[in-house]
């Protein structure tokens, strides 16, 4: 069993910072995929970023130029840093850790919200 805590949403004004940070607690595998996702008012819930074990990163598109995800293997913990907030990026965000051999498993933090303001 894996326990995920995010920390570091809140309020912030569109072109302003924030940081993330998701901590793993639990019998974590080798060759876990960590990373966060989002879900907006009204939208289904969409990958933002991920990290795997081995440090290859994937970006949604929409935030390539503006956030830097980040990982420490030895702590369990993943941050995502989010530069230039916009409006839409307003969302809550989930933290996941995922693992596609066996023991399979996925597990979900219980998100965090971001907000920011035109």
């Known amino acids: 069993q894996v326990q995920l805590v995010e920390s570091g949403g809140g309020l912030v004004q569109a072109g302003g910072s924030l940081t993330l940070t998701c901590t793993a607690s639990g019998r974590i595998f080798g060759a876990t995929t960590m990373g966060w996702y989002r879900r907006a008012p009204g939208k289904e819930r969409e990958l933002v970023a991920t990290?795997?074990?081995?440090?290859?990163?994937d970006y949604a598109d929409s935030v390539e130029d503006r956030f830097v995800i980040s990982r420490n293997n030895a702590k369990n913990t993943i941050t995502l840093q989010m530069n230039s907030l916009r409006p839409e990026d307003t969302a809550v965000y989930y933290c996941?850790?995922?693992?596609?051999?066996?023991?399979?498993?996925?597990?979900w933090g219980q998100g965090t919200q971001v907000t920011v303001s035109s």
């Open positions: 990290v795997t074990s081995g440090g290859t990163i």
């Open positions: 996941n850790a995922r693992r596609k051999v066996t023991p399979v498993y996925s597990y």
